[in-house]
């Protein structure tokens, strides 16, 4: 950590403290004993002496600073501004979430992606709008204890802390992908905030056409979702989680027997521990964990590693989608020769699938009107 930012680890997280309060005090008009806890400092006296160094003004004077329109939050709900370097292309991000959305859970409505979120200390529901410059972002949070968390999700989801620029580069030496970035740069890899749904909604989608996809997923939260209360628009639960899945008769499950014994046993080994879909995971070694579960192949466990564990070079030469358009462009087609042609767009795979998607008429690449 110092070499790479120049700061060590207690330095970091007293900064992340040190502006989650300071979103807190200019934007709602909670007491100031609250905000202190939920940006996570121990006491009153170390957040207001931390503010005050930090900021060389006292919390009550931040406040007094901000915006008078920007204190008349309710409580529990915050307006915040997600920057991202540029160019960022929207339409295959929010295209891609707006098509596989699942009822109850997502959402796209008045211009905004919005989901529920199932976090540490409750739950919460994230609206997000692309702009030229930044994502609007609105969060409803059930606890401000979840504010940081909720935001790193959103950021991850919408891949915002990517570098286009060095990306886009690499991609470029390519004379086939070259004209793709050129017309379009900036694309990023569509992601999720919550691994062990996504590794879930993959097994869902096997073999399947996206909207049946949606009706599995959408069965699977109406019967073992947490309700969520959505005053400002149309969600009505948390997806299910993996010890909530693992309880489910298999029986009840209306989709092949082969597929049932993917769900389920992808479900149990989630729900025990011994399969670990998070940000720490070591990406070559859980792909062979999940491409020992059966009913697991390469495309499945790929689009895991891509989606869900955010592997910058994840590669689906399998895809249908991928195939097509690397024929359409001159490139093999096989995915043996397409993976030995794609060597040249390491570590940036991932994101060349999204080039040749693009190529492409289905929803998914398109911002919804």
Known sequence: LLAELGAGPLALARAQRAQTARLLIETTALPMAQIAFAAGFASIRTFNDTVREVFALSPSELRTRAPKKSTGATAGALTLRLPFRAPLNPDNLFGHLAATAVPGVEEWRDG??????????????????PNPDHIACRLTLSDLRDLTVAISRCRRMLDLDADPVAIDDQLRTDPALAPLVDKAPGRRVPRTVDEAEFAVRAVLGQQVSTAAARTHAARLVTAHGDPVDDPEGGLTHLFPSPEALAEVDPESLAMPRTRRATLTTLVGRLADGSLRLGVESDWPRTRELLLALPGFGPWTADVIAMRALGDPDAFLPTDLGVRRAARELGLPSTPAALTARAAAWRPWRAYAVQYLWATDSHPINFLPA
Do not use: C, D, E, M
Request: glycine share 12%.
């Open 112 to 129: 905004a992606y919005r989901r529920t979120l199932r976090l540490p200390y409750g739950h919460g529901i994230a609206a997000l709008t």
